[in-house]
């Protein structure tokens, strides 16, 4: 939808640093600094594989934090707290943005669907959520080096159905304890699908954000990047009675440990289609 690229510009146009999930160029997952306008494009999309952490990487936050810069960190909300816990007080230079998160899978499993694909040196884009066919049917592309693109819809691509049918999930994302109603961070975001049911004017097939609030801080530069977006206030239980992700962990899949055993000793086909 759009609003975390308007809070990440705002700190940014201040001379500030903004953490979230980047892809390296080995097509793993880590959280990374920026400070221009140009690297936001790095943060933004949904990326469906659990984030590394380089060592050291929340005492950089922490000593930025220190010398008066500007800090937007964001990420999942166990990401979210595990920094606020470090930081062990608060901070008016931090801005905390979680997500509301489904489940995060492994690494591992991706580098096996990418087995199906000549493996990651044979791979050029990935994009887990790609807009191609519009926001309310997002598929997943899978550009390779020699040109071929492949669009897969969630109903076929198995990487994608693995996730959503929690096979390939942290089995603490079971039992999560940072699935609340309201939260450390000083605002959430996800995904606003059902837009119609609250501000039609924005229903155009492109993307919109839900956006929930939890602290003065976060209401403040919220306040701060208005002019930048279209918005409308609505109450929180009717923006998360469509939104059960939010509040609930889930569901075990009872075939998480075959899979797991599975993925060693079958090639990549045989195991995605012995299981999707």
């Known amino acids: ?13 201040n001379k500030g640093k903004v953490y979230g999930a980047a892809f390296n160029k080995y097509f793993q997952v880590e959280h990374i600094g920026i ?11 949904s990326k469906y594989i659990q984030s590394k952490k380089k060592v050291g990487l929340f005492l950089e936050i922490k000593e930025e934090l220190d010398r008066g810069i500007l800090v937007c960190f964001s990420g999942t909300p166990c990401e979210v707290e595990g920094l606020l816990c470090f930081l062990g007080k608060k901070y008016d230079n931090l801005i905390t943005i979680d997500i ?10 991706f580098n096996k669907y990418m087995e199906r694909y000549g493996g990651i040196e044979n791979i050029e884009v990935v994009d887990f959520r790609n ?14 080096k020699d040109g071929n693109k492949i669009y897969d819809g969630p109903e076929i ?3 994608m159905r693995a996730f959503l049918d929690n096979i390939s999930v942290r089995p603490s994302c079971y039992k999560c304890n940072f699935k609340k109603k309201y939260r450390e961070p000083d605002i959430s975001i996800w995904d606003c699908y059902d837009v119609w049911n609250y501000f039609k004017e924005c229903n155009n097939n492109k993307g919109a954000n839900k956006v929930l609030i939890h602290s003065n801080k976060g209401m403040e530069v919220f306040t701060l990047c208005t002019k930048y977006m279209k918005y409308k206030e ?15 962990s889930c569901a ?4 998480r440990s075959n899979f797991f055993m599975d993925i060693d000793r079958l090639e990549a086909n045989e195991f995605f289609n012995k299981y999707y």
Do not use: W
Request: charged share 25%.
């Open 252 to 255: 075990t899949n009872q075939r």
């Open 1 to 13: 939808g759009g609003f975390f690229s308007i809070i990440a510009s705002y700190v940014i146009e």
């Open 100 to 109: 509301a998160c489904h489940s995060v899978p492994s690494q591992k499993v």
């Open 157 to 159: 691509n198995q990487y």
């Open 234 to 248: 609505v109450e929180v239980d009717k923006l998360l009675l469509t939104s059960k992700e939010f509040t609930r």
């Open 131 to 144: 807009k191609r066919y519009g926001y309310d049917y997002s598929n997943m592309l899978i550009e390779l």
């Open 35 to 45: 400070s221009s306008i140009a690297e936001i494009k790095r943060l933004q999309k």
